[in-house]
């Protein structure tokens, strides 16, 4: 009987010192993970909080870059307007039967240049990591941004044909007239010139045919500069927006 008492006080004494131990180390691995916990929060914190500081920095950028580029394209529907008025007042001055113009529409006809608009997205652009642009915490805006090259692709093919026709046309014009007695320095060296032939400019089928060409391809740019344009305000607008977080 009494060695069974004395076996059940030693269970007794064993298991008891087994609870405080599990308690002791319970406690101790319970604090460490709790340290562990608030060391992965902070870090996590101090992450969270220089991702947003660089975020910041890449809007500001972003509105930058993207407000250059609403005057720029501003622009660019000017000179686009002014290039349809020429090539308008040019269409109207051809054809087999055309008589010669006054002076002054004559040097709007002869006045034959290329416009280009060139805009940047170099903060956000396909050789840069995505990483950058995973900055941002808008869905839509990146959407909108990772599209943008697309779209100023779509308008430069048009002004790429546009270039095309005007070096056609001055081609066509240079055939007709004297390169030599347009420009005033080489005049004073008294060399012979040819003569220019006008009229027989504004008569050639070659000359309508590719104003008329200019013209579509000039409407078409003007329409992808408009998508160009609604995009760049809409990107502008949600920039400005996101912006407002950080005041």
């Known amino acids: ?5 004395l076996d059940r006080c030693a269970m007794k004494k064993f298991l008891n010192h087994l609870r ?3 308690i002791k180390y319970g406690l101790e ?6 340290g562990i916990f608030g060391a992965l929060t902070i870090d996590n914190w101090n992450e969270e909080r ?8 890449l809007l500001l950028q972003l509105k930058e870059e993207y407000s250059i ?19 308008d007042l040019t269409l109207n001055h051809t054809g087999p039967e055309v008589d010669m113009p006054e002076h002054e529409i004559l040097d709007s006809i002869r006045l034959v240049v290329f416009r280009t608009v060139e805009l940047t997205y170099s903060t956000i652009s ?5 990483d950058r642009i995973e900055l941002l915490q808008n869905e839509h805006l990146k959407t909108l941004l990772s599209s943008f090259p697309a779209v100023y692709t779509r308008y430069k093919r ?15 014009h240079q055939s007709y007239i004297s390169i030599l007695y347009r420009v005033v320095e080489m005049q004073k060296k008294d060399l012979a010139h040819h003569s220019s032939d006008f009229l027989g400019l504004l008569r050639d089928r070659n000359l309508q045919n590719i104003v008329v ?18 995009k760049n305000d809409a990107i502008l607008n949600l920039i400005n927006q996101e912006l407002s977080r950080f005041d």
């Open 1 to 5: 009987m009494i060695p069974d008492l």
């Open 20 to 22: 405080d131990n599990w």
């Open 29 to 34: 691995t319970f604090t460490i993970l709790i």
């Open 50 to 57: 220089k991702d947003r500081k660089k975020e910041h920095i």
């Open 69 to 87: 580029n609403q005057l720029l394209l501003e622009e660019g529907f000017q000179s686009y307007d002014s290039s349809l008025w020429i090539m």
């Open 126 to 130: 396909p050789d840069l990591s995505t």
């Open 158 to 172: 048009f002004e790429a044909l546009s270039r095309d026709l005007v070096i056609k046309q001055r081609n066509l």
């Open 213 to 230: 060409d200019r013209i579509l391809v000039l409407r078409n740019a003007v329409d992808a500069l408009v998508e160009l344009a609604d």
